[in-house]
């Protein structure tokens, strides 16, 4: 068996040393490799639980952006129920107020408007007679809501007042209408001439008749000497001519 020389041995150490290290060599790449891919896993986990967290806080974020302006809406809202609580309480003070002046009011109204339709009454007795029915029954109708406690007293007093003004209004207007009139034991369908309240005259329908209401007998008398002035009165009513002085039985004033 030849021996090797110093040189040849020196070759045979080194391919063993070669052939031993690839191994080793081959190991710790591995082992960096798996160590590299651990901890990538790792940042991956971590990346993923910093991206949980911070949708979470997005999401408190959010959700508490969404709580406050809820609040900020609230406050307003009540803000606004606080002004219009303040505006309906002084609404009922003013209510309390104007009930406490309106009791006190109707105890003086009621007496009041009770004497005035007394007093109507009595007027419309004493006055020339004119449409008797029609005045009387409008008083009978105000005596009757007097005693109606479902009427309120403000009702109660604008009727007062309407059917007072009707009244006034009469000494200022003049009217034609149809009624019947008593003359002695008789009595006659006429074209009454109401001229204010300072005459009543009367024509029947074919003209033959003439008379007029006198306040000092108190009673209704023919006179034909005014036939043609109240024929005329009666066409200035009716508004078939054009408003025209007229001649017509008037008493005088008394004391």
Sequence with gaps: ??????????????????????????????SVINAENTRLQRQVQSQ???????????????????????????????????????RQQQKLDE?????????????????????MTAALRTSVSVDIPFLMSERMERIENLEAIMDDPDVSAAEKFRKTMEAYQIEIDYGRTIEAYTDLVQIGDK?????????????????????????????????????????????????????QIAPELIRIPVVGPEA
Excluded at 1 to 30: E, F, H, N, Y
Excluded at 72 to 84: K, S
Excluded at 230 to 239: C, D, M
Aim: proline share 2%; hydrophobic share 45%; net charge neutral.
């Design 48 to 86: 993923t639980r910093i991206d949980r967290i911070v949708s979470q806080t997005r999401s408190i974020t959010d959700e508490f952006r969404a709580v406050n302006k809820e609040i900020d809406g609230l406050n307003i809202y009540n803000q606004l129920l606080e002004a219009q609580v303040a």
């Design 187 to 239: 009595e006659f369908e006429v074209d009454f001439l109401r001229i204010g309240r300072i005459a009543l005259l009367f024509q029947n329908a074919d003209g033959s008749m003439t008379g007029w209401y006198n306040p000092t007998t108190e009673a209704f008398e023919e006179n034909n000497a005014y036939r043609v002035e109240v024929e005329k009165g009666l066409q200035v009513a009716t508004k």
């Design 1 to 30: 068996m030849k021996r090797l020389t110093s040189g040849a041995r020196i070759c045979v150490l080194l391919a063993a040393m070669t052939a031993l290290a690839a191994p080793a060599a081959a190991q710790s790449v591995d």
């Design 95 to 115: 209510i309390e107020s104007s009930m406490s002046r309106a009791t006190m009011i109707n105890r003086q109204v009621l007496p009041l408007i009770t004497r």
